[in-house]
């Protein structure tokens, strides 16, 4: 994407008002020069999504995409990437200079990178802790970095059958057990919690003395109680703060064209704002 002045990118959905994107794609455009570029968010929901896509004109250089959107999305755009279709979600929408509308989700590509920079390279099995949308997302992830069996915690069997569907689809090998049981999930090499703030609070107690690796998606509130604890044990966290600004770096450089993206300021910005709430 050229990076002309002028240039505008926003984030959509419904609620939005508490997103950190405009100030992660903010920090960006500073530290990287970019003072004509505006990035606004906008509150969007299913039945509004296909004008606010008609309307986008040449000034448009993108959008991110929250819920419930992503899958919204797809029949309106030209193109949708391998990574958005494998779990028929895309969170980044790139305008491209001949006026095409391409998807892509860089919330896999962003789990990988976050844990990566806590030196976790590839794991030998994992557990997921939930089965929503970003569940689906996680699994995706793990695709890349996992070489053996995923066990994945759900609250009823028709959870638990998508999941099984997903890891099909995704080539991972996935096995389901009853939420009841979600404390064995703890002991695994890699936990990845994708629940809503407040579910996985009981589990707290029964992390183990000597935890390996938590990826938390939730970031407000933080640390959650699970997080609070693993870490009090010398347990390796990953936060659902570092997921948004890693998947942020990669929509930042697929709409600017500038790479790297300007990590650092973007985190720290993203801290900022955070403390300030």
Not at 113 to 132: C, D, K, N, P, T
Not at 183 to 192: D, Q
Request: proline residues 5%; negative net charge; glycine residues 8%.
């Amino acid at each position: 994407m050229a990076t002309e002045s002028g240039r505008r990118a926003a984030v959509l959905g419904s609620p939005i008002a508490h997103s950190l994107s405009p100030v992660l794609h903010r920090a960006a455009y500073g530290e990287l020069g970019l003072a004509d570029w505006t990035y606004d968010l906008f509150e969007v929901d299913e039945a509004a999504l296909p004008g606010f896509i008609a309307g986008l004109g040449p000034e448009w250089a993108g959008l991110s995409l929250t819920m419930p959107l992503k899958r919204a999305v797809i029949p309106l755009l030209d193109e949708v990437s391998e990574t958005a279709a494998s779990v028929e979600a895309v969170n980044t929408v790139v305008c491209t200079d001949d006026g095409r509308r391409v998807g892509d989700n860089t919330d896999i590509p962003g789990m990988v990178a976050a844990l990566r920079e806590r030196g976790i390279e590839q794991v030998e099995s994992a557990a997921i802790l939930g089965a929503g949308a970003t569940a689906s997302s996680a699994l995706a992830a793990l695709a890349r970095i996992c070489t053996g069996e995923v066990v994945a915690y759900v609250r009823s069997e028709a959870r638990a059958a998508e999941m099984r569907q997903w890891g099909e689809r995704l080539d991972v090998e996935v096995r389901t057990a009853d939420w009841a049981d979600a404390e064995r999930a703890l002991s695994a090499p890699l936990v990845i919690a994708t629940t809503p703030a407040g579910t996985t609070d009981a589990l707290s107690k029964a992390v183990p003395e000597r935890p390996a690796t938590l990826f938390d998606v939730l970031y407000d509130p933080w640390p959650t109680a699970l997080a609070a604890r693993w870490s009090g044990y010398g347990g390796a966290v990953v936060s659902g703060l570092d997921l948004l600004v890693h998947q942020a770096v990669l929509q930042v450089e697929q709409m600017t064209g500038r790479a790297p993206a300007p990590l650092d300021v973007m985190r720290k910005a993203g801290e900022h704002a955070l403390d300030g709430r």
